[in-house]
């Protein structure tokens, strides 16, 4: 089974900046795709960003204002959020997926006030 421990949510004002970070139980060296997922309230999950061994790719609405990165020795998926927005609230999700099955976190959650 592998586990997956998001970090580094909170509460900021617009303008802000967050860093979220996912510890992963296994190598990330053997895993297809990485991402970052999140759900507002009454909506449905969306990709934030995804990273692979050869692309990375954003949601129109974060392009130019997030960054995902992956540290291989810590096991780890972080997501690097600036001029964060309103919008941006949400519960976001970690996941990783090996061969054809994907690992989901519990969940931090991201609150921008305005």
Do not use: H
Not at 34 to 51: C, D, N, T
Not at 54 to 66: H, Q, T
Not at 74 to 83: E, H, R
Request: proline share 2%; net charge positive.
């Amino acid at each position: 089974q592998v586990q997956l421990v998001e970090s580094g949510g909170g509460l900021v004002q617009a303008g802000g900046s967050l860093r979220l970070s996912c510890v992963v139980s296994r190598s990330i060296l053997s895993s297809n795709t990485m991402g970052w997922y999140r759900q507002a309230p009454g909506k449905q999950r969306e990709l934030v960003a995804a990273i692979t061994s050869s692309s990375i790719n954003y949601a129109d609405s974060v392009k130019g204002r997030f960054t995902i990165s992956t540290d291989n020795a810590k096991n780890t998926v972080n997501l690097q959020m600036s001029s964060l927005k309103p919008e941006d609230t949400a519960v976001y999700y970690c996941s990783v997926a090996y061969l054809f099955r994907a690992y989901w976190g519990q969940g931090t959650q991201v609150t921008v006030s305005s």
